[in-house]
Structures are given as C-alpha cells and as structure tokens.
C-alpha cells in the first residue's frame, strides 16, 4: 500500500497483415497465470509489433491491429511512495504498514523524493518532455485492497510525456538483418501502489495484505483490429500480464480471436479479458459497457510537484529540498541505443551483433575487457566472444557470469593465436582445455601438447611430398582442374601435423611442387 510506482501509458501502434489461422480456446472464466498483485513502480510503454505477419491470399482482407501497452513497473526504493514504511521483499503480511498505509483518519502524504528521481530518470531515458509542474489526483474506485476509497496518481498533469522508444527487430532468413522500430510513450506518472489480495479458496474467504504488492513488472495490453481505412474496432484490454513471453503470447492469441470473431459475423466486446498460460489462450473477465466513473480530482493533501533546471533553480535553493533535472540527466548511464552505436563505429561491428552483445547480461562487459587486455582485431574478438564463447555458454545453459573462462584467459589465448604462436585449430583445442576449469593458462595448454605452429618449413616439405606420393587420385584431380582437390590435400597435411601447420603455408609448398 502506498508503495512507489511507475506508469507508462503508451499510445497505440498498429499494423497491417493478412488473416492467419490459429487455434481457439473456448474456456471462460478460468484463472490466468499471471498476477494480479499492483507493483511498485509502473510504465507504460507504447505497444511493440509482435505479431508475424503473412501476405493476403487471394480472396482475403487484410486487418490491422492496434495494440497500446500500459506497463507498471517497480521502482527500486527503500520506503513507500507516500509513506516512510519499508519495501522488503517476502516480509510478513501487514508488518510494514504505517498509519497512512492503513487510511487511518488524520494521516498525510509524504512525497519519496528518491521515488520523483527515479520517474525523472526514466522520462529522460525514454526521451520524454519532463514537465517542470506535475499534478496528483484522486482515482476514486471500491476494493477491498484500496482501503481509502481512492488511489492517488498522476491523471492531468503527469511528471513526463510525450517520449519515444527505439528497438530492433530482427528479420531476413536467419534474423540477421536488424530492422529499427520506434514507440511512442504517451506519459509517464507516479502511482500509489495498492494492497495484495490473498485469496483462500478453501475458506472461500480472501485477505487482504498491505505492505505492497511484489510483483517487479505488469502490462496489460489493449486491443483492436480493424480493416485499413475503416474505423478502428472496439478493444479488449487483456490485464495483468507478467512476462515478456505470456505478453506476446497474448496479443498474438487476442488479434487472432478478434479477427475470427468478425468474420464469423460475430461482434467484439469492449471487455477486459485475463491470459491463461497454460491453455495459450485469453478469457473474459468482466465487460466494460457501463464505464466506470472515477472521479478524479485534486489531491488536496499534496501540492504541484515543481521541478527545475539549471537555468530556473532558484539562487542558495537547497539541494536537499528540490529537484533539479539536469543534474539527474547528467547522473544517467550510458543508454542501449548509444551503446550500440559506439560499438558499430569504435569497432567495426554489424549492428545485429551489437544488439547480441547487449541482450545477453553481462556479455558487454566480458568483451570489454577482453579487448583491452589483447592485441587482437575488434573484428575477431567479436566473432571469438558471439560465436565460441556465446556457443560453449548456450550449450550448457550457462550466463556469463559462470563461465569457467575469464577475459583475461580469453585475451591471451586471442594473442597467441594473433602472433602466429598457434593456428586457428590449435585456438579452439586450449579454448575446449580452458572450459575443463583445471586452472591452466593458454600458455601452459599450448606448451604441455606441443600444439605451437611448425617453424621447420624443411619438415613440412617433406609432409607434403609424402601425402601427395600417398593420395595419388587427389594430385591427379588437382592437374586436371579440380580446385577444390588443393583444400584435400591441406587437410591431409594438417592432419599429419595435428593442425600445428599454418595452412597458407602448406599450400604454398604444395603449389610449388605441383608446378615442378
């Protein structure tokens, strides 16, 4: 109750595609698999295209779909939005509720200031307009959770609006090509967070707990589908979802029901909805016919959230008492979007292989290192860290941070490799010594199993005479304009070498010989 909130309401986006077969589900009335708990902080991003489309076959009209995201998000705070009660996770219900948590008469609220800071942050990452003058009103609604009768948010006058979002989208054959999307976010406000509903289906009786909800993030996700030209149809708000996978899930499953229901001559109600995730499938909850009233107002009990920047911070104002929004801006780290960009133009990389480097946790930071700590290309240490490292790491479910691996192992292995000590073979033989965690270094692999490049270029040449005398068939293949017979007769001979020879210089030897 009470707790710090974030809401960022996103405007709809739609898209175009073609009717697409799916499968129904015709369940009503079941619980869903995800929360209903409120969550401390909340946002609401504009909705994301996660539908695949197909091309119309002949004879069929195309739809398009508008999907808007309200996302609650948690904000990380050590006392409630308006009360001085702690957040703590799993504690027990109603130990952390003040006498305001609880609506006694008489009790005030008191503005988090860390809680402003975080909302503040958040606009100016999702480059929002922050307004210097935000309002706090009363949503008037009845539930058990709500004991006051009313939540305070933020509906006029919210603390940002107006941002947008960037991402990519991953498309061609093997989803390499990263295409940019971008989404608008309506606004950004504070939110009183509600008690948790505990509900005891054996008793059939429910609790109610006042410390807050736990949960870390919710969306729900309204939606419409129209023909393109026509006016937009009526929407579903499907609530509470609590994952990234049962929110696409849901919206994929929603479009598809909506676009059955009408070419069927069935009609869409204006009904909140709930996802179950087991049966894959949305369910209706409750119409929204009747509009609920609920009759904002004025919180009388707060005044206008004001906010400055350098140019308007009053002269000898104290730090401690206001706001100032460039000095968070300049707090703000690094953001996705400038981090991909600096890779691409530091680095040379593909933009696709940016965005892996960011998405897997702690990824970036692992190929930092490694490049300052080597003498080897940007180029090959991102193909060293996204396709052998990132492989052996998905193979055995691993994150980053288990690997048996370090930078610093992966850099001096890179410099043998980079400094001709060892082939591109012999790279990937320490690496799968390295992954056995037995405490070794490149160094001591490559020494203990002679795995160094052959200097002896007389040595090799008698190698390569030897397999040529021994593969008569390919030598012949080669002189009668095979060019693939020369990459054979490498392989021979790195084989005979246990890929300790450099193999442009085993096919300069070969070549020699063949022109004799």
Same mark, same amino acid.
């Given at each position: 109750?009470?707790?710090?909130?974030?809401?960022?309401?996103?405007r709809?986006?739609?898209?175009?595609?073609?009717?697409?077969d799916?499968? *129904?589900?015709?369940?009503?009335?079941?619980?869903? &698999?995800?929360?209903?708990?409120?969550?401390?902080? !909340?946002? =609401?991003?504009? !909705?994301?295209?996660?539908?695949?489309?197909?091309?119309?076959r002949?004879?069929?009209?195309k739809?398009?779909?508008?999907?808007?995201?309200?996302?609650h998000?948690?904000i990380?705070? #050590?006392s409630?939005?308006? *009360?001085?009660?702690?957040?703590?996770?799993? +504690?027990?219900?109603?130990?952390l509720?003040?006498?305001?948590? +609880?609506?006694?008469p008489?009790?005030?609220?008191?503005?988090?200031?860390?809680?402003?800071?975080?909302a503040?942050?958040?606009?100016?990452?999702?480059?929002?307009?922050i307004n210097?003058?935000?309002? @706090?009103?009363?949503?008037?609604?009845?539930y +058990?959770d709500?004991p006051?009768?009313?939540? /305070?948010t933020?509906?006029?006058l919210p603390?940002?609006?107006?941002? *947008?979002?960037?991402?990519?989208?991953?498309?061609?054959?093997?989803? %390499?090509?990263?295409?940019?999307?971008?989404?608008r /976010?309506?606004? /950004?406000?504070?939110?009183?967070?509600?008690?948790?509903?505990?509900?005891?289906?054996? %008793?059939s009786q429910?609790?109610?707990?006042?410390?807050?909800?736990? &949960?870390?993030? %919710?969306?729900d996700?309204?939606?419409?589908?129209?023909?393109?030209?026509?006016?937009?149809g009526?929407?579903?708000e499907?609530?509470?979802? #609590?994952?990234?996978?049962?929110?696409?899930?849901?919206?994929d499953?929603?479009i598809?029901?909506q676009?059955?229901?009408?070419?069927?001559?069935?009609?869409?109600? #204006?009904?909140? %909805? =709930?996802?179950?995730? !087991?049966?894959?499938?949305?369910?209706?909850?409750?119409?929204?016919?009747?509009?609920?009233?609920?009759?904002?107002?004025?919180?009388?009990?707060?005044?206008?959230?004001?906010?400055?920047?350098?140019?308007?911070?009053?002269?000898g104002?104290?730090? !401690?008492?206001?706001?100032?929004?460039?000095?968070?801006?300049?707090?703000?780290?690094?953001?996705?979007?400038?981090?991909?960009?600096?890779?691409?133009?530091?680095?040379?990389?593909?933009?696709?292989?940016? @965005?892996?480097?960011l998405?897997?946790? &702690?990824?970036?930071? @692992?190929f930092? #290192?490694?490049?300052?700590?080597?003498?080897?290309?940007?180029?090959?240490?991102? =193909?060293?860290?996204?396709?052998? @490292?990132?492989?052996?790491?998905?193979?055995?479910?691993?994150a980053?941070?288990?690997?048996?691996?370090?930078?610093?192992?992966?850099?001096?292995?890179? $410099?043998?490799?980079?400094?001709?000590? /060892?082939? =591109?073979?012999a +790279?990937?033989?320490?690496?799968?010594?390295?992954?056995?965690?037995?405490?070794?270094t490149?160094g001591?692999?490559?020494?203990?199993k002679?795995?160094?490049?052959?200097?002896?270029?007389?040595?090799?040449?008698?190698?390569?005479? *030897?397999v040529?005398?021994?593969?008569?068939?390919?030598?012949?293949?080669?002189?009668? &304009?095979?060019?693939r017979?020369?990459?054979?007769l490498?392989?021979?001979?790195?084989?005979?070498?246990?890929?300790?020879? $450099?193999?442009?210089?085993?096919?300069?030897?070969?070549?020699?010989?063949?022109?004799?």
């Amino acid at each position: 109750m009470a707790a710090p909130m974030l809401r960022w309401v996103g405007r709809g986006r739609r898209w175009t595609f073609a009717r697409v077969d799916g499968g *129904s589900c015709h369940r009503r009335g079941a619980p869903t &698999g995800s929360t209903s708990n409120r969550i401390r902080g !909340q946002s =609401s991003v504009a !909705q994301q295209p996660l539908y695949t489309t197909q091309k119309p076959r002949k004879g069929e009209h195309k739809w398009a779909a508008v999907v808007g995201l309200e996302i609650h998000a948690q904000i990380s705070s #050590n006392s409630k939005l308006f *009360s001085g009660s702690q957040v703590r996770f799993s +504690a027990p219900p109603n130990s952390l509720v003040s006498f305001f948590d +609880a609506s006694l008469p008489g009790t005030l609220p008191v503005l988090n200031r860390r809680c402003v800071e975080a909302a503040v942050m958040t606009g100016l990452a999702l480059n929002c307009h922050i307004n210097k003058k935000s309002l @706090f009103d009363r949503k008037h609604y009845f539930y +058990a959770d709500l004991p006051a009768g009313y939540q /305070i948010t933020q509906q006029r006058l919210p603390i940002a609006v107006n941002g *947008s979002l960037t991402y990519g989208v991953c498309a061609g054959k093997k989803q %390499r090509q990263v295409i940019p999307k971008t989404v608008r /976010i309506k606004q /950004i406000q504070l939110e009183q967070d509600s008690g948790k509903s505990l509900h005891d289906d054996l %008793r059939s009786q429910t609790l109610i707990d006042l410390n807050r909800a736990e &949960g870390q993030l %919710r969306v729900d996700a309204n939606i419409s589908v129209h023909h393109p030209g026509e006016p937009l149809g009526v929407r579903t708000e499907v609530k509470n979802l #609590n994952s990234i996978r049962f929110l696409a899930k849901a919206i994929d499953y929603e479009i598809q029901r909506q676009i059955d229901e009408l070419e069927n001559g069935g009609e869409i109600l #204006n009904e909140t %909805r =709930s996802f179950h995730h !087991q049966l894959g499938c949305t369910m209706s909850m409750r119409d929204k016919e009747g509009k609920q009233d609920y009759r904002f107002m004025p919180e009388p009990n707060l005044p206008p959230l004001v906010l400055y920047d350098a140019t308007s911070l009053p002269a000898g104002a104290d730090p !401690q008492q206001v706001i100032n929004v460039d000095q968070i801006r300049e707090t703000l780290p690094e953001l996705p979007r400038v981090t991909r960009e600096r890779l691409v133009q530091e680095y040379g990389m593909l933009l696709e292989h940016s @965005f892996t480097l960011l998405n897997e946790v &702690g990824l970036l930071e @692992f190929f930092q #290192n490694v490049i300052k700590e080597t003498r080897a290309e940007p180029k090959k240490v991102t =193909s060293w860290v996204l396709n052998t @490292f990132l492989g052996y790491l998905k193979q055995q479910n691993l994150a980053v941070s288990e690997s048996p691996v370090t930078p610093s192992a992966l850099a001096e292995l890179l $410099d043998l490799l980079d400094s001709r000590t /060892i082939s =591109s073979a012999a +790279a990937k033989q320490v690496f799968e010594e390295l992954w056995k965690r037995e405490g070794k270094t490149p160094g001591q692999i490559v020494s203990e199993k002679q795995l160094e490049l052959m200097e002896d270029r007389g040595l090799l040449e008698q190698l390569c005479h *030897s397999v040529m005398e021994a593969h008569p068939q390919v030598v012949m293949d080669l002189k009668e &304009g095979n060019p693939r017979a020369i990459n054979k007769l490498i392989g021979l001979v790195r084989k005979a070498t246990q890929s300790r020879a $450099d193999p442009a210089m085993i096919k300069e030897i070969l070549e020699k010989k063949l022109s004799l």
